[in-house]
């Protein structure tokens, strides 16, 4: 079983920025891969950046060149900087992470940190 909490949301301006945390409770280089997804209110669920175990890192358009995925494996953390927000990028924000057992793959997801950026 894996657990993931976020915290670092919260109430900023357009143009501003945050860093949200993902603490897991195991190694964050166990896991097949980590990411971050948002909903907006009437919207789906979706990708904002992951990172697999290798390193390798997917960002969505409407994020690349704003927003930066890191990982602290040290204290089992995956941060997300968020810079130049915007109002669209309001949201409930969620960690997630994939492992692998006997070939599957098991998906965990945190409970959410809400982001509000005011115009």
């Known amino acids: 079983q894996v657990t993931l909490v976020e915290s670092g949301g919260g109430l900023v301006q357009a143009g501003g920025s945050l860093r949200l945390s993902c603490a897991a409770s195991?190694?964050?280089?166990?896991?097949?891969?980590m990411g971050w997804y948002r909903q907006a209110p009437g919207k789906q669920r979706e990708l904002v950046v992951n990172?697999?175990?290798?390193?390798?890192?997917n960002y969505a358009d409407s994020v690349k060149g704003r927003f930066t995925i890191s990982g602290d494996n040290a204290k089992n953390t995956v941060f997300l900087l968020m810079s130049s927000l915007k109002p669209e990028d309001t949201a409930v924000y969620y960690c997630?992470?994939?492992?692998?057992?006997?070939?599957?793959?098991?998906?965990?997801w945190g409970q959410g940190t809400q982001v509000t950026v005011s115009s």
């Open positions: 997630n992470a994939i492992t692998v057992l006997v070939g599957r793959d098991y998906v965990y």
């Open positions: 195991r190694s964050i280089s166990s896991f097949k891969a």
């Open positions: 990172i697999s175990s290798g390193g390798s890192t």
